[in-house]
Protein backbone atom coordinates (compact mmCIF):
# COMPACT_ATOMS: atom_id res chain seq x y z
CA UNK A 1 0.00 0.00 0.00
CA UNK A 2 1.28 3.51 -0.88
CA UNK A 3 0.37 6.18 1.57
CA UNK A 4 1.35 10.29 0.76
CA UNK A 5 1.31 13.11 3.05
CA UNK A 6 1.22 16.82 1.92
CA UNK A 7 2.38 19.55 4.19
CA UNK A 8 3.46 23.07 3.69
CA UNK A 9 0.33 24.83 3.19
CA UNK A 10 -0.94 28.12 4.85
CA UNK A 11 -1.62 31.54 4.51
CA UNK A 12 0.26 33.61 2.12
CA UNK A 13 -0.49 37.48 0.48
CA UNK A 14 -0.53 37.42 -2.89
CA UNK A 15 2.65 37.54 -4.19
CA UNK A 16 4.22 35.48 -1.88
CA UNK A 17 5.61 31.66 -1.82
CA UNK A 18 5.31 28.42 -0.23
CA UNK A 19 6.64 24.90 -0.61
CA UNK A 20 4.61 21.55 -0.88
CA UNK A 21 5.78 18.26 -0.06
CA UNK A 22 4.66 14.96 -0.44
CA UNK A 23 6.27 12.35 1.94
CA UNK A 24 5.40 8.87 0.06
CA UNK A 25 5.53 5.67 1.55
CA UNK A 26 6.47 2.60 0.65
CA UNK A 27 9.76 1.33 -1.48
CA UNK A 28 8.37 1.75 -4.99
CA UNK A 29 8.21 5.62 -4.80
CA UNK A 30 10.81 5.58 -7.47
CA UNK A 31 8.93 3.87 -9.94
CA UNK A 32 5.81 5.94 -9.95
CA UNK A 33 4.83 9.44 -11.90
CA UNK A 34 3.91 12.03 -9.32
CA UNK A 35 1.76 15.02 -9.77
CA UNK A 36 -0.12 17.57 -7.53
CA UNK A 37 -3.61 18.71 -8.36
CA UNK A 38 -5.67 21.30 -6.56
CA UNK A 39 -9.71 21.77 -5.97
CA UNK A 40 -10.97 25.21 -4.98
CA UNK A 41 -14.51 25.68 -3.43
CA UNK A 42 -17.55 24.48 -5.61
CA UNK A 43 -15.18 23.35 -8.58
CA UNK A 44 -13.86 20.16 -9.97
CA UNK A 45 -10.39 19.35 -9.20
CA UNK A 46 -7.49 20.24 -11.68
CA UNK A 47 -4.30 19.21 -12.89
CA UNK A 48 -1.43 21.19 -11.66
CA UNK A 49 1.51 19.93 -12.27
CA UNK A 50 3.31 16.47 -12.78
CA UNK A 51 6.51 14.84 -12.94
CA UNK A 52 7.54 11.61 -14.56
CA UNK A 53 9.64 8.57 -12.35
CA UNK A 54 12.88 9.81 -13.22
CA UNK A 55 12.57 13.58 -12.95
CA UNK A 56 13.09 13.76 -16.81
CA UNK A 57 9.76 14.95 -18.06
CA UNK A 58 7.26 18.37 -16.25
CA UNK A 59 4.56 19.64 -17.53
CA UNK A 60 2.03 22.30 -16.22
CA UNK A 61 -1.23 23.55 -16.33
CA UNK A 62 -1.17 26.67 -18.56
CA UNK A 63 -2.79 28.88 -15.16
CA UNK A 64 0.76 28.26 -13.68
CA UNK A 65 3.63 27.62 -16.32
CA UNK A 66 6.18 30.19 -15.23
CA UNK A 67 5.24 30.69 -11.26
CA UNK A 68 5.33 26.67 -10.43
CA UNK A 69 8.24 24.34 -10.32
CA UNK A 70 7.57 20.08 -9.59
CA UNK A 71 10.42 18.50 -7.96
CA UNK A 72 10.97 15.10 -6.68
CA UNK A 73 14.18 13.53 -4.33
CA UNK A 74 13.85 9.92 -4.92
CA UNK A 75 16.38 9.26 -2.19
CA UNK A 76 13.52 10.88 -0.06
CA UNK A 77 10.95 9.51 -1.42
CA UNK A 78 9.52 13.32 -1.62
CA UNK A 79 7.61 15.35 -4.36
CA UNK A 80 7.73 18.90 -4.04
CA UNK A 81 5.87 21.63 -5.56
CA UNK A 82 7.32 24.86 -5.20
CA UNK A 83 4.74 28.16 -5.51
CA UNK A 84 5.66 31.60 -6.24
CA UNK A 85 3.95 34.92 -7.05
CA UNK A 86 1.07 33.67 -5.90
CA UNK A 87 -2.13 34.47 -6.24
CA UNK A 88 -5.77 34.91 -4.99
CA UNK A 89 -6.71 32.39 -7.45
CA UNK A 90 -4.46 29.70 -6.67
CA UNK A 91 -6.41 29.03 -3.44
CA UNK A 92 -7.37 25.92 -3.37
CA UNK A 93 -6.73 22.00 -1.41
CA UNK A 94 -3.90 21.08 -3.28
CA UNK A 95 -3.69 17.13 -3.43
CA UNK A 96 -0.38 14.81 -4.31
CA UNK A 97 -0.70 12.15 -7.07
CA UNK A 98 0.45 9.02 -7.28
CA UNK A 99 0.39 6.77 -11.02
CA UNK A 100 2.29 4.12 -12.26
CA UNK A 101 1.59 6.02 -15.89
CA UNK A 102 4.20 7.72 -17.42
CA UNK A 103 2.83 11.17 -16.24
CA UNK A 104 -0.65 11.90 -14.68
CA UNK A 105 -2.56 14.96 -15.90
CA UNK A 106 -5.98 13.80 -15.35
CA UNK A 107 -7.58 12.41 -12.41
CA UNK A 108 -8.97 9.19 -13.76
CA UNK A 109 -4.93 8.19 -14.22
CA UNK A 110 -4.10 8.57 -10.15
CA UNK A 111 -3.54 5.32 -8.39
CA UNK A 112 -3.01 7.01 -5.07
CA UNK A 113 -4.21 10.10 -3.89
CA UNK A 114 -2.58 12.16 -0.27
CA UNK A 115 -5.49 13.81 1.92
CA UNK A 116 -4.59 17.60 1.13
CA UNK A 117 -3.63 20.49 1.94
CA UNK A 118 -4.86 24.18 2.40
CA UNK A 119 -3.07 26.93 0.79
CA UNK A 120 -4.96 30.18 1.02
CA UNK A 121 -3.85 33.31 -0.73
CA UNK A 122 -4.70 36.63 0.23
CA UNK A 123 -5.19 39.76 -1.71
Known amino acids: QVQLVESGGGLVQAGGSLRLSCAVS????????MGWFRQAPGKEREFVATISWNGGSTYYADSVKGRFTISRDNAKNTVYLQMNSLKPEDTAVYYCAASTMYVVVTTPLVHYWGQGTQVTVSS
Open 26 to 33: GRTFSSYA
